[in-house]
């Protein structure tokens, strides 16, 4: 872990102790959940944060205030400025400096509000609060069913990473991308452009013990089958054989894991 993702750990965390109104995604919750489910062999990097409003927007000024004052006592040792306002197509943007004006890392407000609630994570002795695994790895499938794909390889580790570890079932992932307008496309560019995919895979940098693209590539045609095949079948995923299981007849599949 990089000494700038301790510092923004200590920001989500000082944020969901004192009840700020967003709910942390992305990357460093992507990290938490791997954590959690004992997945520490591959790790990327990251330089942000990401976050969603909880309730109506508020207005520019409030949230301003509301982002300082959830800094607390760390209020001497961090300062936020708005980069940018939210609209309706665009995050609030914020920078964070240190106490002598130097520049470390940007946060990213989106003021759509999460539609599958909010898990407390564990980081040392705190409490974050960040979205479930289905949020995050709906999105994560959605790029690599589009040609996204070639500009976000990173989300290609990602979803690797999820599937070594959590268990999920194709049901939820997909309410989950109905619920945020963002179904899953045709996965054209991942099935029919693999030496794009492979080019952009290995340029892609910051990511420690980064595996080789085959072993990647294999692993995500078995994990993103049923969505390809837009397979209505509900399945759970098991990731210790990285295989998919049909549930039986009259049977409910699990939740994810949460």
Same mark, same amino acid.
């Given at each position: 872990?990089? +000494? =700038?993702?301790?510092?923004?750990?200590?920001?989500?965390? =000082?944020?969901?102790?004192?009840?700020?109104?967003?709910?942390?995604?992305?990357?460093?919750?992507?990290?938490?959940?791997?954590?959690?489910?004992?997945? +520490?062999?591959?790790?990327?990097?990251?330089?942000?944060?990401?976050?969603?409003?909880?309730?109506? %927007?508020?207005?520019?000024?409030?949230?301003?205030?509301?982002?300082? #004052?959830?800094?607390?006592?760390?209020?001497?040792?961090?300062?936020?400025?708005?980069?940018?306002?939210?609209?309706?197509?665009?995050?609030?943007?914020?920078?964070? &400096?240190?106490?002598?004006?130097?520049?470390? *890392?940007?946060?990213?407000?989106?003021? #759509?509000?999460?539609?599958?609630? $909010? =898990? #407390? &994570?564990?980081?040392?002795?705190?409490?974050?609060?960040?979205?479930?695994?289905?949020?995050?790895?709906?999105?994560?499938?959605?790029?690599?069913?589009?040609?996204?794909? $070639?500009?976000?390889?990173?989300?290609? /580790?990602?979803? &690797?990473?999820?599937?070594?570890?959590?268990? /999920?079932?194709? =049901?939820?992932?997909?309410?989950?991308?109905?619920?945020?307008?963002?179904? $899953?496309?045709?996965?054209?560019? *991942?099935?029919?452009?693999?030496?794009?995919?492979?080019?952009?895979?290995?340029?892609?940098?910051?990511?420690?013990?980064? %595996?080789? *693209?085959?072993?990647?590539?294999?692993?995500?045609?078995?994990?993103?089958?049923?969505?390809?095949?837009?397979?209505? !079948?509900?399945?759970?995923?098991?990731?210790?054989?990285?295989?998919?299981?049909?549930?039986?007849?009259? +049977?409910?599949?699990? !939740?994810?894991?949460?």
């Amino acid at each position: 872990m990089t +000494e =700038k993702e301790k510092q923004m750990y200590e920001i989500l965390a =000082k944020f969901s102790s004192l009840e700020a109104p967003v709910i942390f995604k992305g990357a460093l919750i992507a990290k938490l959940i791997l954590q959690e489910n004992g997945f +520490e062999g591959l790790s990327r990097v990251t330089q942000d944060m990401d976050a969603n409003w909880e309730g109506e %927007p508020p207005a520019i000024p409030e949230l301003i205030d509301t982002v300082n #004052n959830a800094l607390g006592d760390l209020k001497d040792k961090y300062i936020a400025k708005m980069v940018r306002p939210y609209s309706e197509n665009k995050t609030a943007g914020f920078y964070f &400096y240190d106490g002598v004006g130097n520049r470390l *890392f940007e946060m990213d407000i989106n003021m #759509n509000q999460v539609t599958t609630g $909010f =898990k #407390n &994570y564990l980081y040392g002795d705190s409490i974050i609060k960040g979205v479930h695994v289905d949020d995050i790895l709906s999105d994560k499938i959605s790029v690599l069913s589009s040609d996204k794909i $070639f500009r976000r390889a990173k989300d290609v /580790v990602d979803v &690797y990473a999820f599937s070594r570890c959590v268990q /999920v079932n194709t =049901k939820s992932l997909v309410d989950s991308a109905k619920q945020k307008g963002s179904d $899953f496309g045709t996965f054209h560019a *991942f099935i029919h452009r693999k030496d794009e995919l492979q080019h952009a895979y290995n340029k892609l940098k910051r990511v420690e013990n980064k %595996p080789d *693209f085959s072993k990647i590539n294999s692993q995500l045609e078995a994990f993103l089958q049923p969505f390809i095949n837009k397979d209505p !079948t509900p399945k759970v995923w098991n990731a210790d054989l990285s295989i998919w299981r049909a549930t039986r007849a009259g +049977e409910n599949p699990p !939740t994810s894991q949460r």
